[in-house]
């Protein structure tokens, strides 16, 4: 029991120790994604009608039907509003939970018709960071020392723990689905059946879907169900280790690449949630230094491009135009993280063949 004890107490507050300014140039990533890629949230939902209205245990369950309009906007402005000051870091832990919250709020109406999406993470990232630092750097309160939380370098490794293990759970209710759901079964091709309402119903075909259509053989398709339930189901297998996390999430990008090429479906929210586990600022040390020293410069004036296209697609764009901003901020987010994932898989590679190497004995004469 004693070790037991003592493993918990290293996972929660060694394991995941993590740098200061690695979040906070996480915290500016993940805040312009939200900007850019997923808000305004349910402005459509005045287009359907209140027949649809059957919501699941939430906050919308409280209402019997659908709110005016304004409210959905006064919402989607108020986590605009929020979601901005996190970007520049100002009041960052009030503005963490302005983000979670407002996030809440809102999806909890458009989870009313029945259709849940997959993006809870966009609302658990911000809630478990909100006092992990992420805003001790590169901020508007990095300038007041009053508003630094001295505490904040000791819960940052024990909050990094539990988000890694949210994470990992929700990707085990997903695998958890798919086994109740016979994706083991030798007898069924799910994947393949699940890629074929793709084709005859939404006809949201995809080149790769096609390809895969035609040229795959069933123990291809066989092979995709079972690493797709082993991986979702052994995920918090990985949590107790954070290089075996980040191996996992490598994984995950890579998954989720697959997964946007044959059905056109981003899970671009869990993509960016991995990153709260890279080292960044070793990645930005690799850029040149005439770059970095340009991003410091002008910092304040890059962060009101996220604004100014959010208030774009408030009060300017229209439907398709808006549709194309967030995918395109989608795929980038989702090729962006499929190319770390193959670097990081290539350097795992590489050093465990330079290790067997130094290893393996050598013959004199």
């Known amino acids: 029991m004693q070790a037991l004890l003592r493993n918990v107490d ?20 993940f805040a312009s994604y939200v900007l850019i890629g997923t808000l305004p949230i349910g402005l459509w939902l005045h287009d359907l009608p209140q027949a649809s209205f059957s919501p699941p245990i939430s906050l919308a369950a409280l209402f019997r039907d659908y709110p005016p309009y304004w409210v959905i906007y006064a919402l989607n402005l108020a986590t605009i509003f929020f979601t901005f000051t996190l970007l520049i870091g100002w009041r960052t832990a009030y503005s963490s939970f302005g983000v979670c919250i407002g996030t809440v709020l809102t999806q909890s109406f458009c989870y009313a018709d029945g259709k849940i999406d997959h993006d809870i993470l966009i609302a658990i990232v911000p809630l478990m960071l909100a006092r992990s630092g992420w805003g001790d750097h590169y901020s508007f309160d990095a300038g007041h020392v ?21 994470i990992a759970c929700a990707v085990f209710t997903a695998g958890l689905a798919k086994y109740h759901g016979g994706w083991l079964s030798l007898h069924s091709l799910a994947i393949r059946w699940q890629l074929l309402p793709n084709f005859c119903l939404v006809e949201r075909t995809t080149g790769v879907g096609a390809w895969a259509m035609r040229t795959l053989q069933p123990w291809a398709w066989k092979s995709m169900d079972i690493s797709t339930v082993l991986w979702e189901m052994s995920f918090v297998l990985a949590v107790p280790r954070r290089s075996w996390f980040r191996f996992y999430c490598a994984f995950g990008a890579l998954f989720h690449m697959g997964v946007w090429q044959m059905f056109g479906i981003g899970f671009a929210p869990n993509a960016v949630a991995y990153g709260a586990f890279l080292p960044w600022s070793r990645l930005a040390q690799s850029t040149p230094a005439r770059l970095r020293r340009w991003l410091v410069e002008h910092a304040r004036l890059l962060a009101l491009i996220p604004l100014a296209l959010i208030l774009a697609k408030l009060f300017v764009l229209g439907p398709d135009a808006i549709e194309q901003m967030e995918g395109l901020m989608e795929g980038t987010a989702l090729i962006a993280a499929f190319v770390v994932a193959l670097c990081y898989l290539a350097w795992l590679i590489a050093r465990s063949f330079l290790f067997f190497r130094q290893r393996a004995p050598r013959t004199v004469g």
């Open 146 to 166: 009053e508003r630094k939380d001295a505490s904040a370098a000791e819960r940052q490794p024990w909050l990094s723990a539990i988000l890694a293990l949210l």
């Open 10 to 29: 290293r996972w929660l507050f060694e394991e995941y120790r993590t740098s200061l300014e690695d979040l906070a140039i996480f915290r500016i990533l």
